[in-house]
């Protein structure tokens, strides 16, 4: 009788699965109309996301709204922006990524974690954090493999190197690299290329243009089509 029950259970919790992974497939292009999100793309707590124009969502890739509340955007992408394949973000408060960014395969936002306060509880089945804030400025490039770890923010127009681990604040117009991450130049506008880090540095920095300035500047450039880049022909040809 209990294994009949047992069964039981499983075949409903199976087939409640099933139509709930059918039915958010199904939505996808009905709560983002103007981007494109992999047929693969698993979306977590998807009425908490928003996801810009022409903007596109690799295959594999995993957005994780752990505290979904009613009104309020836990992840927020922008416009022109090209996550990569096989990416994981994780909010805890909220992730919010700028226009014109592009994540290489394998990049990891992480702003939430399981409670481990307890080993007696399965760490799977543990609370997860709420705290943190990612928050990813204008046109910043991730190479392969890097992370976002906890409450950070990334300036606008920065570069993270492949597999860098990002634990702290970064300013604008930076590269950074390794684990941790450090800075090692910044992009002077006065010199026009970016320049090793020295106690000049800070004055190059007056010449930064403010994110109003910037967004006007790259919207003058062609646009690159992320959403074309994601359909299956195109690729197949390119």
Not at 5 to 17: E, H, I, M, Q
Not at 40 to 53: D, E, F, H, T
Not at 193 to 198: A, K, L, M, P
């Amino acid at each position: 009788m209990a294994l009949k029950r047992s069964r039981r259970t499983f075949v409903l919790a199976w087939g409640w699965a099933a139509a709930s992974g059918l039915a958010g497939t199904l939505i996808k292009p009905f709560l983002f109309p103007f981007a494109r999100v992999a047929l693969s793309a698993r979306l977590i707590g998807m009425r908490s996301i928003a996801i810009g124009r022409n903007t596109l969502v690799s295959s594999r890739t995993w957005l994780n709204v752990n505290h979904p509340a009613r009104g309020r955007k836990s992840i927020v992408i922008g416009n022109n922006c090209i996550i990569g394949e096989n990416n994981f973000l994780s909010s805890g408060r909220l992730i919010e990524i700028g226009d014109y960014v592009i994540t290489a395969k394998d990049c990891a936002f992480l702003g939430s974690t399981h409670v481990y306060s307890d080993p007696c509880v399965p760490y799977g089945w543990s609370e997860t954090s709420d705290r943190d804030t990612i928050s990813v400025g204008t046109n910043c490039f991730f190479g392969y493999g890097a992370q976002v770890i906890g409450n950070v923010s990334i300036g606008r127009g920065s570069v993270v190197g492949a597999n860098a681990v990002v634990r702290t604040d970064v300013p604008p117009f930076s590269l950074v690299v390794g684990d941790p991450a450090s800075i090692i130049k910044r992009y002077s506008f006065r010199l026009r290329q970016w320049i090793r880090c020295s106690s000049d540095t800070q004055e190059h920095e007056l010449d930064h243009p403010d994110e109003d300035e910037y967004q006007t500047m790259l919207g003058k450039g062609n646009v690159l089509l992320p959403s074309v880049l994601g359909n299956d022909i195109f690729n197949s040809s390119y």
